[in-house]
């Protein structure tokens, strides 16, 4: 194992909880695949819509395709419970395709922790919708 950590470390409180949960928004929000993979562990299990993977290596390729297609992307999320080594959040994003369209995505996601602080499973479910320019939220 090797020595990277990631405070806030488990067990986490209701603090430590929000603030894992705005380094995470704040992380995928830079839209950096290599930074936002530094967070999960070498062997992370994924499951993201429709799509399960396991690894920091397939985590990193996945963001890029991800922000390669998801175009302006602006995320927010909210903390909505946890316990000892688990957060579950709800969020929202929006981003813009390469077709000029905006979409917003809801979804929720269940993490588990590792001692270290990094995350070891990430379970999301996400639906999204097409909006107009005028309707975003996140600017």
């Known amino acids: 194992m090797s020595g990277e950590s990631r405070p806030p470390l488990p067990p986490f409180t209701e603090e430590t909880a929000k603030e ?4 995470a928004e704040d992380a995928w929000n830079t839209c950096d695949p290599e930074k936002v993979s530094l967070a ?8 993201n819509r ?7 290596d397939a985590i990193r390729d996945f963001l890029a395709r991800k922000w390669e297609r998801e175009l302006d992307y602006r995320l927010k999320k909210e903390l909505w419970c946890f316990h000892e080594n688990r957060i579950s959040v709800r969020f929202e994003y929006e981003s ?9 995505s809801h979804g929720n ?4 922790f ?14 999204d919708y097409r909006i107009e320019e005028s309707e975003r939220k996140f600017r």
């Open 50 to 56: 429709d799509e399960f993977f396991e690894g920091r």
């Open 40 to 47: 999960y562990t070498e062997d992370s299990v994924w499951r």
């Open 109 to 112: 996601e269940h993490w588990e």
């Open 114 to 127: 590792d001692e270290r602080g990094l995350m070891r499973r990430r379970d999301a479910s996400i639906n």
């Open 20 to 23: 894992k949960v705005k380094k």
């Open 96 to 104: 813009r395709d390469v077709d000029g369209n905006w979409w917003r």
